[in-house]
């Protein structure tokens, strides 16, 4: 038989752990080499000289200059994620909000807008009080249906009070 045939017997359990523990260890290096880079160039406090400095020490020097990197500017490594973690989550819930709006104003919103004209004397306490009812019930029956700008007369026909 040849020798290859036999690889798995000359690599025993315990060296194939040690290979994943070490292959995991290199991982997680260079994990750790990226996020302090990233920090690195995130970092608005610090000036171009300073960054210039931290990154080219931690180039020639990898291990020691992100140890030394982790150590001397860890917690403000972490404030700065936490930072940028809840601007995003903003944003996301920013966007969210506006989409599920979808352009519609809220009831609340309509009964203030009628409420500043019946106020101005654009609208008669009547006209207020049909509208109101349509903007409280939801939806008006078809053809009934007036905008907050106009009115409808005897016949039920728009009409503007430009």
Do not use: H
């Amino acid at each position: 038989m040849s020798a290859d045939m036999y690889l798995a017997y000359d690599y025993p359990l315990l060296s194939a752990f040690w290979t994943m523990l070490w292959f995991f260890l290199w991982i997680m290096w260079f994990i750790l080499l990226f996020r302090v880079v990233l920090d690195i160039f995130r970092d608005d406090s610090l000036n171009g000289w300073a960054k210039t400095g931290w990154l080219v020490f931690c180039i020639v020097l990898p291990f020691l200059g992100v140890f030394v990197y982790v150590i001397a500017r860890g917690k403000s490594m972490g404030r700065r994620e936490i930072a940028q973690a809840r601007a995003q989550q903003n944003a996301v819930d920013a966007y969210i909000r506006e989409t599920a709006a979808g352009g519609r104003t809220s009831s609340v919103d309509e009964l203030a807008r009628l409420s500043d004209l019946r106020s101005r004397g654009d609208i008669t306490d009547e006209e207020f009080a049909r509208a109101k009812d349509m903007v409280l019930v939801g939806a008006a029956p078809a053809g009934r249906a007036t905008s907050v700008t106009g009115t409808q007369n005897a016949s039920g026909t728009p009409t503007s009070r430009g």
